[in-house]
């Protein structure tokens, strides 16, 4: 089964209105850490925002924010305000307890947005 | 340095050719990631490097890849017998510390721009 699951290949907003991507995850663990980057045509991973499992807050981060339904295992990030700028590839993605390996991060497929004027 | 540096950005070889992927992580940072990304794909985990030693290689696919990173610094991503497949961009990570809980923010990934690798 899929660690992270993004359900929206394409998403299409107009310039100031705001946008929920959608993320959900499978895990058994109590422990675990949720993040967004984004991906610009340029093709650098950009972190934006992250929230941790055992945060009761939801994650601001300037126009993002992470709205964590930890009962429904979900993620989504909500970007306020949309700007021309936003339009990328965004990724979803879950640490899990370090095993004895590592604590590599999981991405989901991913989303597109593109803001339009 | 400032950020994660990766060499080369592009990269054209035949196929079963050998090729290196170089990655020069930022100052201080003892986590290296390797990613390979394929076209319209999330990026996939291949190894992960804590200090010196692979903490993690069950990322990689198969024998003909290999990654050394000697002295916790800089990584090398090395391919042998290169096949079509293996097309895609190579991403390179790296964070201040990879052993905190999977709950802390701690260890935000920084990444690379990546070496995009073409197999004819």
């Known amino acids: 089964a899929q660690k992270i699951t993004q359900t929206q290949p394409g998403m299409f907003v107009q310039e100031k209105e705001a946008v929920t991507l959608d993320c959900t995850y499978d895990?058994?663990?109590?422990?675990?850490?949720l993040f967004w980057y984004k991906q610009p045509s340029s093709g650098e991973m950009i972190f934006l925002i992250y929230q941790g499992s055992y945060d009761e807050q939801n994650a601001t981060e300037g126009r993002y924010s992470l709205n964590f339904q930890k009962a429904r295992k979900s993620a989504n990030l909500v970007i306020s305000a949309s700007q021309l700028g936003d339009s990328a590839m965004y990724f979803c993605?879950?640490?899990?307890?370090?095993?004895?390996?590592?604590?590599?991060?999981?991405f989901g497929k991913g989303t597109t947005l593109s803001v339009s004027s | 340095g400032a950020g994660v540096s990766q060499t080369p950005s592009n990269k054209v070889t035949e196929k079963g050719k050998y090729v290196e992927l170089r990655c020069d992580p930022i100052s201080g940072h003892t986590a290296l990631y390797w990613y390979r990304q394929s076209l319209g794909q999330g990026p996939e985990f291949l190894i992960y490097f804590q200090g010196t030693g692979a903490a993690d290689d069950s990322g990689l696919p198969n024998d003909r890849f290999f990654a050394v990173r000697p002295e916790g610094s800089v990584s090398t991503l090395k391919i042998q017998r290169t096949e079509r497949g293996d097309s895609a961009v190579y991403l390179c990570?790296?964070?201040?510390?990879?052993?905190?809980?999977?709950?802390?923010?701690?260890?935000?990934?920084?990444f690379g721009a990546g070496s995009r690798l073409t197999v004819l």
């Open positions: 993605a879950m640490r899990e307890p370090p095993n004895q390996a590592g604590t590599a991060l999981i």
């Open positions: 895990t058994s663990d109590q422990s675990y850490g």
């Open positions: 990570a790296s964070s201040l510390m990879g052993t905190s809980g999977a709950e802390s923010g701690a260890n935000v990934l920084t």
